[in-house]
């Protein structure tokens, strides 16, 4: 096989596919390129109307395709700023690729602060993604929009705790 055929199904490996479709999340024309149009996108969680409140592109994003991942990049980008985002571990076996990292992110309007870990599970056919799940710490996330006050837990019987807004 030439050189330049062995890069070139490289370049396309399920799990390169995945590296350069998040380095490129904000580029349209790239999540166009690797996305399939039909291609379904998991961000958070399955349904939580609470967690939607806070990061509007939370949820199923069923057969949406490039446009889900748009949308949501698009929208973290907007309500918080990137301080760093590095993958620590990739790897996949046939379709399926894992991606691991932390990410740090600070709220624009609070400026709050947060790193979290991610978690990606994709799959690719055919050189398209067409399914993603991305999963993070939303509770420390989502607390870098916390205004003030204090949430009461409870996890074991009679062993209350509370957890105040954290400052900027």
């Avoid at 380095?23 to 379904?40: C, F, I, R």
């Amino acid at each position: 096989m030439e050189t330049s055929t062995v890069q070139s199904a490289m370049m396309s490996s399920p799990i390169e596919v995945v590296r350069r479709l998040l380095a490129n999340a904000l580029n349209e024309d790239v999540v166009h390129e690797l996305v399939s149009p039909t291609a379904t996108y998991v961000s958070l969680c399955y349904s939580n109307q609470d967690l939607k409140k806070i990061m509007p592109y939370a949820g199923v994003w069923d057969s949406k395709g490039p446009d889900a991942i748009i949308y949501t990049f698009k929208t973290v980008n907007t309500i918080w700023k990137s301080e760093a985002f590095e993958i620590e571990s990739i790897f996949g076996e046939g379709e399926n690729v894992a991606v691991f990292g932390r990410f740090t992110y600070r709220s624009t309007v609070l400026g709050k602060a947060y790193t979290s870990p991610f978690a990606v599970h994709a799959k690719v056919q055919d050189g398209k993604v067409v399914y993603m799940l991305f999963m993070e710490d939303t509770f420390g996330t989502g607390a870098t929009f916390a205004k003030d006050g204090k949430m009461t837990y409870e996890v074991e019987k009679g062993k209350e705790f509370e957890i105040v807004a954290p400052e900027a």
